[in-house]
């Protein structure tokens, strides 16, 4: 405990010297001083432990298993890895009756989907299926949410496509295209199922709100710009993602547009459209929304049928092969030119399918109140993912839009997972000849409906009034995946929210403190009126911890108050500066740069004639001091626990001896 | 103001309820509440201005400026530009005698190093010396350090050399690569002006003094093995900089070692420490070092030339050039294939040139109690070094060592640094023949020397002991310099500084507070013993910004307390918890993620009837919250200005409706 433990005096009775005027008499309670305690000792072992279990087990997992019999345990263990434990023994005929009508529900939503999010990423419509069969399957067994909907989503197919594309391309080599989508796919549930298993799921927390709202709107306009290539009925179109190449590609081929194809297009578009509207307008219609898919493909499907003699211009899916996924572990591919892009593809596409997963199980798990274990969901979406890849399956993870609709179906448990699998399961043994005439146009048209729900201008609005920096991350995030690329976009979004924290440690804020009268609360003189200086003394709050980053800056700033304080003085024509205290309450960290700033300070003020003081100092930061041996010079009269004390303990020397 | 200007409640009287047994009542003297306020309205633009004038000045650079006459702004215009004029005038015969004294005394010792800091650069030894006399006058002219000595130094040499001959082998094209280091050293003063002229020199406070501790000895270790070369008589010699092929050199050229070269190198090498050794040991006796290269120099050279005829194996400087620095400017080098290595070069040096000449400029303005303004040096050095590419110099700062002799030596101005210039001019118009025979082997020696001081073991001990992360950072940059390259071993060690920083940022500090007995202050529990829980309260403080990289981590933290409160409770029988006060006083920043986590947190615990009440939120966070209207959602009972006063009013509340 150093030299703290000589430090426990107390003197009782009025010790409010009269100079103080502006704190209030009436105010000060009989006085004692308390002595700044240094934490509990600990070994570097057990701190480095306890560091190690709050990054990677903040949430404690194993809690559940304290104090419980074997069996018990055997158990709770069981129920940890397969959740299906957990809820198996209680499932009864209602919950099942529920979980049925949600996964027909989201079974109508994913089949059309599925085949056109295949497109998206520029995989055959049948991967699509595939994709929507073996991964719920197996996540209904790992995973924890209750309401999340398995299968492709827009976004990581339209990366995965175009990441793949820049590399090999989908026409001139298309097995090699597959291969590197499985690979990619294989590597995106690896990279999931690391993180989860090696308790790093925090990583993907770096992806602000910000930076997702941004990124989200950006790849919807292109995706949805590149849809006008099935929408208009284009043949030779670019496989460049950035807006310049798409719009340009969209112009220069008038000549392809096709006039059957457009109007086809742009009324389901409208029915889609419509239909979106009113499920939002009314929850309670979700249904409406979630059936107009395949209504619109069934439609679409009979009316090219129908009348095939007549549209020739209109572009069909064609031949499906039917029966079941078929293994596709001989055709992952780990070794090779192309292997460091299907990593590449592999983990871009996973961080975002990851976060979409993640924050879709948080959302629901949090409207019905229960909670979502983040690391394990990562390892049942990366589990899912790697099991994929060996079944023709590409990058699947929750769907936000299935998962709300599954939610408002009235799902009860990833049975309606099972319900949805099983619907696919008919679908590929017995339906696929039906898909035969189904028209591009109306999976562009499905996309497009789909993706336009991403563009969260609210939240664009909301960031702007609440954060400029936070909006400038959003900015920066959209214009860079219009622009640029995705995963750029998605880093420089990412460099802009940690600049923003680096800039925050780099300029923190410091403020005058004043006292608010008939009080022992110190406050900002800026902020509060009330609040007023005591003569003598400079109060400074410095809010942040002091870092190498900052260390030059503070040390420059707090002089620069001292001098403004004394240009004060000597313009008012007040009693002269004796004493200036920082409150560290803010100050959650210190470096030895900062254990430097500090030690230098109080030699520059020391040169003055002015004493330095520290209040409050935290439990780290009193440890770094501690051990760097600077508490020795601060001494006996450099530490109070509040400023309060500080300043009524130092005054009252100065009153002795002045 | 929104809604808190309906929170002026007053009640006074004994407000202490009699349901907190914890808190002594003869403490609590008549309490009032105290409303929390919002920061005065600003406008963004006004925002903005106060963060960019934080950002960019915040040293206030012009307050001299402020309510002076025309003509005196004029002359504080001129003395801030030309800090000659600032001195000038009222220097004096006596302050010239000492800086002639310094001068020389430094001279002694920078044209020995000159010498062979040129040679480490893979530069003819003349540009060392050529590089010691322009920078020097230009830096008296605008340079506001009175004690730095500016010349090459080892660091930013070797650097350099390393650098540029991965791309230019200085034996098979010298015209080249002195044409790449004149570009490198053109783009370093280009790089440091601009960042003088924008401001931007907090950039070098990333190197923390962890970073430059490590780096500086895996330099020192790389520049000492790499004089073995000189050492042993090595003809053939890698040019690569890591250890492992140096070591490979020395040992596998194991003919070319010279007996005679080793010989005089040691006794040379034992010469040079001893004097070093006794300068340490007795600062008074700093001549003694100071004057070893110098006479090290002159006596090696004696032997040589008058062994001559015996001294074969002994390999010699040879022929240099009379006369001043020719002009240079022609040679730099603005276009072709090498120009992104000039770039990157310049930069790099730029920076540890940079941090060096601002770290010992603020050194030795601390000992001697002046200011010396970062960003005006940052354009001194550039503007030398701008010009000194122009006149056959390389890159240039003030070096630690000399400029610590000059400060021992007594130097009073810049005008040392003149002093220093006359003598090498001497130098460079009459002895050059004298240093025909210089052995190489006593540059290698000299260097060793120089470097040595480098290593600085003590303050990694320190680091050691204070701060773990800081000491791996230190490790990571020696090793990275070591064992894989300078750029890659900074920015490894850079990486992990800020990696620091977000961890800290990511894993915050939380912890459980309890209330003082007989004082309004809350503490702390798990490091205050004497402070007590109240009953029915969870008071919990979270040390840390809230933004998107930690919003998930604190929302987990704080359901972890809460449920391990109500175990504690359960277990002890206690009576149930009722409100939850979070402690926001470190809280000094909040994103838009960190205003949902706190929304999502209150509909979470008000789900299980759980009240959370924020205590003294500052300033920024009171306005974010503002702006996102989720104040309206606490209401009334929701803020408080101090966690006492929450206690009580709460209290209060249930009392008067239980």
Same mark, same amino acid.
Do not use: M
């Given at each position: 405990m150093g030299i703290n433990s000589n430090r426990v005096e107390h003197f009782s009775g009025h010790t409010c010297p009269e100079n103080i005027v502006t704190v209030s008499t009436e105010a000060m309670s009989p006085l004692e001083l308390h002595r700044v305690c240094l934490p509990p000792p600990q070994t570097t072992l057990q701190k480095l432990k306890h560091r190690l279990s709050e990054i990677f087990f903040p949430d404690d %997992?194993?809690?559940?298993?304290? #104090? $419980?019999t074997c069996f018990r345990k055997l158990v709770l263990g069981l129920q940890f890895f397969f959740p299906i434990f957990q809820w198996g023994p209680n499932y009864s005929f209602k919950l099942l009756r529920s979980d049925i009508i949600a996964g027909l529900t989201i079974a109508s939503l994913a089949i059309p989907q599925g085949i056109s999010y295949a497109k998206l990423a #520029?995989? %055959? %419509?049948?991967i699509g299926l595939y994709s929507s069969f073996v991964p719920p399957l197996i996540y209904s067994v790992l995973g924890s949410s209750r309401h999340l909907a398995v299968g492709p989503v827009s976004i990581a197919s339209l990366v995965m496509g175009t990441m793949i594309n820049e590399a090999v391309s989908y026409t001139e080599e298309p097995i090699l295209y597959l291969q590197m989508a499985f690979t990619a796919t294989f590597f995106a549930g690896l990279f999931h199922a690391s993180l989860g298993l090696l308790r790093l799921g925090f990583v993907i927390d770096f992806l602000s709100k910000a930076t997702l709202v941004g990124f989200m709107a950006g790849a919807a306009v292109i995706v949805s710009l590149q849809q006008l290539k099935g929408l208009l009925g284009i043949v030779h179109f670019t496989t460049k993602m950035q807006i310049v190449p798409v719009l340009a590609s969209v112009f220069s081929h008038k000549?392809?547009?096709s006039w059957k194809t457009i109007v086809m297009g742009l009324s389901f578009l409208v029915f889609l459209l419509t239909t979106r509207k009113i499920s939002m307008r009314n929850p309670k219609l979700f249904w409406v929304s979630a059936a107009a898919p395949l209504t619109s493909v069934i439609l679409s499907t009979l009316v090219v049928s129908l009348l095939r003699s007549k549209a020739h211009g209109i572009s069909i899916i064609g031949q499906l092969p039917k029966g079941l996924n078929p293994p596709s572990s001989n055709m992952l591919y780990f070794h090779g030119p192309y292997l460091a892009v299907a990593i590449k593809t592999g983990i871009v596409t996973g961080i975002l399918s990851l976060t979409e997963g993640i924050a879709v199980g948080r959302t629901f798990a949090s409207l019905k109140n229960y909670q979502v274990d983040g690391n394990k969901e990562m390892m049942a979406i990366g589990l899912m993912n790697m099991a994929g890849s060996c079944s023709s399956c590409y990058v699947t993870t929750g769907s936000f839009s299935r998962s709300a609709v599954n939610y408002n179906a009235g799902a $009860?448990?990833?049975v309606s997972n099972v319900i949805l699998a099983s619907a696919v399961l008919v679908t590929l043994l017995f339906l696929m000849p039906l898909f035969y005439y189904t028209p591009n146009v109306i999976l562009a048209a499905i996309i497009i409906t789909a993706v +336009?729900?991403? +563009?969260d201008y609210q939240a664009a609005f909301q960031l702007w009034k609440v954060d400029k920096l936070d909006f400038l991350a959003c900015l920066c995030s959209f214009f860079g995946v219009l622009f640029i690329s995705v995963p750029l976009g998605l880093a420089i979004a990412v460099g802009v929210s940690v600049f923003k924290i680096l800039l925050h440690v780099t300029r923190p804020n410091t403020g005058v403190l004043g006292n608010i009268p008939g009080t022992q609360i110190y406050q900002n003189l800026n902020r509060y009126r009330e609040a007023l200086r005591i003569p003598k003394f400079l109060i400074l709050a410095v809010e942040s911890p002091i870092y190498f980053a900052n260390s030059t800056y503070l040390q420059e700033r707090i002089l620069r108050w001292v001098r403004e304080e004394e240009e004060r003085i000597a313009a008012n024509n007040e009693s002269t500066m004796k004493c200036i205290i920082l409150d560290m309450t803010a100050v959650t960290a210190i470096d030895t740069s900062g254990i430097d700033t500090i030690c230098e300070l109080r030699r520059i003020l020391e040169k003055r004639s002015l004493q330095l003081v520290l209040a409050n100092p935290v439990g780290n930061v009193m440890e770094k001091l501690h051990q760097s041996n600077i508490l020795e010079s601060f001494g006996l009269n450099g530490l109070y626990l509040t400023v309060g004390e500080a300043v009524a303990d130092i005054s009252s020397q100065w009153k002795a001896h002045p």
């Open positions: %997992p194993l809690h559940r298993f304290k #104090n $419980q #520029n995989l %055959p %419509p049948i000549d392809e547009w $009860q448990t990833v +336009i729900g991403l +563009i």
